[in-house]
């Protein structure tokens, strides 16, 4: 269908479906039998089929019919990834419900409040540890009338009356006495009615409930797959939180649209070695992600040797002429297939990526040199931007066209603008249908007219690409007034395999400072190549050769910006941060307001 012109109440449909689970239900009778889903059990990777995704589904969806579940009630699932995540998300959104994944790091007031805002009677817990997490404050959440918890480890004397386990609920819907009301239920489900309930991270407030429809995610299969390019034989790895849109659209609903089998990484701090293990055709990632595969890499050079790193460093030089290069020369392709040979085609097999035809980076801004990197080792990494409310994916570089520095094309049918206070304003079928009991915010963020404020500061160029400036909350108006973009002052600083992360302070102050979080591992080999005496993180932070290390980077940080933009001091965060810290959200985006406020003794000190 013509994609670019979609009137507002036109139906969308994927291969002749219009919902997400009549999408779904289709596969799963065609593909029945093939693999669909892959898991590690006891180390040993594990497979399930197209009709074990759908039979399981069915019969939870029939055990919730069971509960008293019904239309448009949120069901909340608090787990790690794994393949019951879906199975309930997949039960829920057929009967009609509303699907709303619960982070794994998130406290339990934060469940409480999740549970509060939700309204949802049903909540799914992973395991004993998850669980502990509603019996902390169940007195806060009483609307919650049944946990389901998919584990038993731990809990095989637990007994209580609003708790059962995941196969006693399979067993309930086993038994329905009207089998095919899932598959009624299933065919009542309306593109317009919601497909799910995603809440924003929180960096600037309380989490907030984004309604996707049906409609919504249609649509990003639709315009995607007009972009990208999608193969039944895909192998994918499936790592990021669920909870968030671009796991879920890439690990979900892309695979039920196009037939690819998703494996589970076991835990997060497995991700690397499961990446090895799957070596997945194409792989979406934060830049978090891509920065420490960079950093591990540049450890591996400084453990080399002599000749080892000058022979890296030779074949790093080859392949970023060859990746820059439109007609290379015969000699700079034989050099290339020999640099290849050697080593950037050991690195990708390596890393895990030596199949990979198209890796993504989304959810934050990358630096660009860090895009080239692995250009020049042969992997060819884009940059996409959506938010929540785009459903996920708005723009986005294509392999054949990635202009590195910006954040590629709309998708047909995205339509953008900017207006006079430099704000990005997205429109198209991909803009979300509000916010979960907030008219007033929802009015906020849709103009009347049906445009979407994104917060983003953004310019479009004239082949249509657009590049994202910085957040509007994160413009820096400094005292002499000039305003400042922080991000890619920031993105410069985490080029460095010596930091992890950077917030750039000087709102309404004379001059610019630097928060910085350095990256363990590659601070720890410094040290160590140095002999420099630390014992724990804190220490190593403060050792008088690290703060020298860091100053050298934010030295040669200054000389790429105008001297108003240059960072005149800086700070080490002394805490180890992860996504379990308040500091950061869980794809790992720095709070920046919050990481203000909690080190305001190290920013006064500067000024």
Not at 172 to 194: H, K, S, T
Not at 198 to 224: D, E, W
Not at 363 to 372: K, R, V
Not at 427 to 432: D, K, M, R, Y
């Amino acid at each position: 269908m013509e994609i670019a012109r979609i009137d507002a109440e036109e139906v969308i449909a994927f291969d002749g479906h219009a919902t997400i689970v009549s999408l779904w239900a289709d596969r799963c009778a065609r593909y029945s039998d093939r693999v669909c889903h892959r898991a590690k059990e006891l180390g040993i990777w594990q497979s399930y089929s197209w009709r074990d995704y759908y039979e399981t589904a069915r019969k939870i969806g029939l055990g919730l019919l069971q509960l008293g579940v019904t239309r448009g009630e949120p069901v909340l699932i608090l787990a790690e990834d794994r393949r019951e995540w879906l199975y309930c998300d997949l039960a829920a959104a057929s009967i009609g419900a509303i699907p709303t994944g619960v982070y794994t790091t998130d406290s339990p007031q934060q469940l409480a409040y999740l549970a509060q805002d939700s309204g949802a009677r049903v909540l799914f817990v992973e395991n004993d540890e998850q669980l502990d997490k509603w019996i902390a404050l169940r007195a806060e959440m009483p609307g919650i009338e049944h946990v389901i918890v998919f584990d038993r480890d731990g809990l095989a004397d637990f007994a209580h009356p609003r708790v059962m386990f995941l196969d006693a609920l399979v067993a309930l819907g086993e038994a329905d006495p009207d089998p095919e009301r899932f598959e009624r239920a299933l065919r009542a489900v309306r593109p317009e009615e919601p497909r799910m309930l995603i809440y924003t991270s929180g960096t600037t407030g309380p989490p907030k409930g984004a309604i996707l429809t049906h409609r919504n995610m249609i649509f990003q299969l639709v315009a995607g797959s007009s972009m990208l390019d999608f193969h039944e034989t895909d192998n994918l790895l499936c790592f990021l939180p669920l909870c968030h849109v671009l796991e879920r659209l890439v690990s979900v609903e892309a695979p039920l649209a196009h037939g690819a089998v998703v494996n589970f990484a076991e835990s997060p701090e497995t991700v690397f070695e499961n990446l090895q293990e799957v070596s997945p055709d194409v792989f979406a990632g934060v830049p978090r992600i891509w920065e420490k595969i960079y950093s591990r890499v540049m450890i591996m050079r400084s453990e080399a040797g002599p000749v080892g790193a000058r022979a890296f460093d030779w074949a790093l030089r080859v392949g970023a002429r060859r990746a820059g290069a439109a007609r290379p020369s015969p000699w700079l392709r034989l050099q290339h297939g020999l640099a290849d040979l050697l080593v950037l085609g050991n690195l990708r097999r390596m890393l895990g990526l030596s199949k990979a035809r198209r890796v993504t980076s989304g959810a934050a801004p990358i630096s660009p040199e860090l895009i080239g990197w692995f250009a020049a080792i042969g992997v060819p990494l884009v940059e996409g931007f959506g938010m929540t409310e785009t459903a996920g994916v708005a723009t986005i570089n294509t392999t054949d066209d990635n202009r590195v520095g910006t954040v590629g094309a709309p998708l047909p049918g995205v339509r953008l603008r900017i207006d006079d206070t430099g704000e990005l304003l997205v429109g198209g079928p991909g803009v979300f249908a509000g916010y979960w009991k907030r008219p007033e915010k929802t009015a906020e963020t849709i103009t009347p007219d049906g445009w979407l404020r994104t917060g983003d500061l953004g310019r479009i160029g004239n082949d249509g690409h657009l590049t994202i400036t910085g957040r509007m909350k994160d413009l820096i108006i400094t005292a002499g007034g000039k305003n400042i973009t922080p991000a890619e002052i920031e993105n410069k600083l985490k080029f460095s395999p010596y930091i992890a992360d950077a917030v750039v302070i000087g709102d309404r102050r004379k001059y610019l400072t630097c928060l910085v979080m350095i990256d363990q591992e590659n601070v720890e080999k410094f040290a160590q190549d140095r002999q420099v005496p630390f014992s724990d993180f804190a220490s190593l932070t403060r050792a008088a050769e690290v703060r020298e290390l860091i100053g050298s980077v934010v030295s040669e940080t200054n000389r790429q910006f105008a001297q108003v933009e240059q960072i005149k001091d800086f700070r080490l965060i002394e805490i180890q941060l992860t996504a379990e810290d308040e500091e950061l959200t869980p794809t790992m985006k720095l709070k920046r307001d919050f990481v203000s406020r909690r080190h305001a003794a190290l920013i006064d000190e500067m000024y």
